[in-house]
């Protein structure tokens, strides 16, 4: 039976209700049109038709700034970043719950506790001191190869600018949020399954591999749905991690385009939408998912 | 099996916490940290700097009133957004969720830039006002031209333009009465909607809240972006909770006649409590790292005012001549503080949180 949810003599109430939806609505999807709408024109005519339809529509300003954004390299590390991060946040998170919530040691609640720690930090606080790490753990070992006289100086990288850096640290940031949520499922997953395969001689690797993954995919699901967006729109670390062009994510691509190009509208408008456009397909095609996911992930104390 | 996670979140949280420690009690000055010019411990010199330094006291000001916006903003708003939709006081509840949701998945960076484009002096609200401005100072020349009968009688013309345009009169003629009737009588007196047209480009009054480089007013609009970008994940979050309350129990009450209020204030706000609290903690750890949005938006400028703690750590670390102690150090005041904050909001939860 489909409740009565409001008494009548309500209707001024309801209007008001419409009118605040209808106005917070309309501030949140008319800039991202007006946005998408000034991408077609050109700078010129942006600057005398700021608020109405393009009169001249024209590709030129997303060919140009794909070009000097060289996005399609971008797109490409972004997409490499997010997936292979997804990848690897999703595995050890699965991995260590596993650990956590079915082995029982004396550890475990130490660590445990450190790593809960983590989902208070903000990793972007702790920027410059990461910042320091990778880069002196680079000169540290380049220094040692070099006096063996293996490498010239300044050849050998393995964090600072380096994609395997990006993703370690990716990964990194994730594991406190994405460990707790799967120890706490894992948790539900009954003890005796286990037992029983450890009766039948399954160590845990084995365990792991062929009765915890197949269980878990609802939360591997849930971990990755509520990962990509964050870890494809990440700036703050990827920017002080990566100085080289052709290792830049999209997000640091665009934001070049808020220095000297700005009073370049027209490539500038271009460059915003190819930044958001990913995302917002990925939410349309994922919405139920991602719905999902952002509850429950905020659900948990 | 937990070793290598483990590995990695000492290497990405713990040993650069301690690092932080240890530099930011020490003169480190960049260069090799171990073989190169020499560096020791020297106490807590650079926090007694940090604490004289007038910056550090803005953008901890700048930072407070970010997490003021988004716990006492985001939260009531997302929470008030949510309990519409669950009551159904207005239809199509998904519709509402769906768009509200969209700016978390848009780049901080995008959003950012998107809205400094907005708010700019040139921009269309700035360009949307103008033209506003420009049609009504339109009007009032053509009523003087029409009242004084054009350039028949320049004094009266100019007098009275002068009296239409205070704001702008002074900026563009430095004798007014003299300068204006001049370039009034330029003009062919059959010429006059040229001249009113010119009049207007010159003398009508312009939009000038140039709100991301005025000092007083450049916070407003990051608090404003923050909220508009952060409402739509605590309207799904409180929904998907509300969701969960056993619809007899409001069925129940209703039926005992409670008031909306008392449904909305005796039901779902209890039961909410211990979510309303988490998604505290996630705002305000949220809004300690609100770095990204700044940086696209303003930079910190103007002149710094709106560096936020995190912004200002960047500075001091990697523009100009770094200055790694400092950075360490606030990187430890900005870890305290947040801290502190999920400290006291765990006090206030339990204190004053419902019952389950």
Same mark, same amino acid.
């Given at each position: 039976m489909q409740q009565k949810p409001i008494r009548p003599g309500t209707v001024l109430g309801k209007a008001a209700a419409y009118i605040v939806m209808g106005v917070f609505a309309f501030m949140t999807v008319y800039p991202l049109v007006w946005l998408f709408l000034n991408s077609f024109k050109t700078t010129t005519e942006f600057r005398t038709? /700021? /608020? *109405?339809?393009?009169?001249d529509w024209t590709l030129d300003n997303y060919i140009s700034s794909w070009r000097i954004g060289a996005f399609d390299k971008l797109i490409g590390n972004s997409i490499l970043y997010t997936l292979g991060s997804t990848i690897g946040i999703t595995f050890f998170s699965l991995l260590t719950g596993f650990a956590f919530a079915k082995i029982k040691s004396k550890a475990t609640g130490f660590i445990y506790g450190s790593f809960i720690i983590g989902i208070l930090l903000t990793i972007q606080s702790l920027m410059v001191p990461l910042f320091l790490e990778v880069t002196s753990i680079d000169r540290g070992i380049g220094n040692i190869l070099q006096s063996l006289g293996l490498i010239g100086p300044g050849e050998f990288r393995l964090f600072h600018n380096t994609r395997f850096g990006v993703l370690i640290i990716y990964i990194g940031s994730a594991l406190p949020v994405g460990i707790y949520m799967c120890t706490e499922y894992i948790r539900g997953i009954p003890g005796a399954i286990i037992e029983a395969a450890q009766i039948d001689g399954a160590g845990y690797f084995r365990i792991f591999r062929s009765i915890i993954v197949g269980m878990s995919k609802p939360i591997a699901m849930t971990l990755s749905i509520l990962n990509i967006p964050l870890l494809w729109n990440e700036f703050a670390l990827i920017n002080i991690l990566v100085s080289e062009t052709n290792l830049k994510s999209l997000p640091l691509g665009i934001y070049?385009? @808020? *220095? *000297?190009? @700005? @009073?370049?509208y027209g490539k500038q408008f271009a460059a915003l939408v190819i930044g958001m456009l990913p995302m917002l397909l990925f939410y349309i095609a994922f919405r139920r998912q991602i719905t999902a996911g952002v509850s429950m992930g905020a659900l948990k104390e | 099996m937990v070793l290598p996670s483990f590995l990695i979140y000492l290497f990405v949280f713990g040993f650069p916490i301690v690092l932080a420690i240890v530099l930011s009690l020490s003169?480190?000055?960049? =260069?090799?940290?171990?073989? =190169?010019?020499p560096w020791r411990i020297t106490g807590f010199q650079q926090y007694l700097r940090l604490f004289t330094d007038p910056y550090f006291w803005n953008a901890l000001k700048n930072n407070i009133y970010i997490v003021l916006i988004s716990v006492f903003g985001q939260l009531p708003l997302g929470f008030i957004f949510a309990y519409l939709i669950y009551r159904k006081t207005v239809k199509f509840g998904e519709f509402w969720q769906g768009v509200l949701y969209?700016?978390?998945?848009?780049?901080t960076i995008v959003v950012g830039i998107l809205w400094s484009i907005i708010f700019s002096p040139y921009g269309p609200i700035a360009d949307t006002a103008n033209h506003y401005y420009a049609d009504a100072y339109s009007a009032k020349i053509s009523g003087i031209f029409q009242a004084t009968g054009g350039l028949a009688d320049p004094d009266a013309l100019t007098g009275r333009i002068i009296k239409a345009s205070p704001s702008t009169i002074n900026t563009v003629f430095s004798d007014p009465s003299v300068d204006l009737k001049d370039f009034l009588l330029s003009?062919?007196?059959?010429d006059t909607a040229t001249l009113q047209r010119d009049l207007v480009n010159l003398l009508a009054p312009r939009w000038n809240a140039d709100f991301l480089s005025r000092n007083n007013v450049a916070m407003i609009p990051i608090c404003f972006v923050t909220l508009w970008m952060w409402v739509g994940t605590y309207l799904l979050i409180f929904l998907a909770n509300m969701q969960k309350i056993e619809r007899s129990i409001i069925e129940a009450a209703q039926i005992d006649g409670a008031s909306e209020t008392q449904i909305m204030g005796r039901i779902v706000l209890p039961s909410l409590s211990k979510v309303i609290a988490n998604s505290a903690i996630l705002c305000i750890s949220g809004s300690l790292s609100g770095f990204a949005l700044i940086l696209a938006m303003?930079? =910190?400028?103007?002149?710094?005012?709106?560096?936020v703690l995190s912004i200002y750590m960047y500075d001091k670390a990697f523009? =100009?001549?770094?200055d790694y102690p400092l950075a360490n150090a606030i990187a430890i005041m900005i870890v305290l503080f947040s801290l502190l904050l999920v400290a006291l909001m765990f006090a206030f939860e339990r204190r004053f949180g419902g019952k389950e």
């Open positions: 038709n /700021m /608020m *109405g339809l393009p009169i070049k385009f @808020s *220095g *000297g190009l @700005s @009073s370049d | 003169n480190y000055g960049g =260069g090799k940290m171990f073989g =190169g010019a969209v700016p978390a998945m848009i780049s003009y062919e007196p059959g303003t930079g =910190g400028g103007p002149a710094r005012v709106t560096q523009m =100009g001549a770094p």
